[in-house]
């Protein structure tokens, strides 16, 4: 009996299920009452900072959390630009509004509803 067409059905479950699991959105922000929480999910990240130009781009570091998904939380500001460090590599999540710095760089864009 010929099972190769059942093994190549199972090979598929089996990618189906593991790249359906783990993060569904790479990147989220959360109002809490007088603070944001910033969400990235990374699976392979070691470290990640959150850096934004309401502090002057201070680095905030992370907490990996369950599911691969990384919290910070910050001060609520009314507007500001932010990116994240991934394993000492600059990170620009996918974010809904972006600008150019100084430099020519892109950073994301936060502007609150307050």
Partial sequence: MNNFPYLIFQVFVLFLVLFTMGCVKQHSVQVNGDSLSFYYCD????????????DHFRCHPAIKGPED????????????????????ELTLPDCPDTVFDDFGTKNCLYVSGM
């Fill in 69 to 88: 998904v990384w919290q910070v939380t910050v001060p609520l500001e009314k507007e500001f630009v932010y990116f994240y460090i991934i394993d000492g």
């Fill in 43 to 54: 699976p392979n990240a070691k470290e990640i900072l959150f850096a934004s130009s309401a």
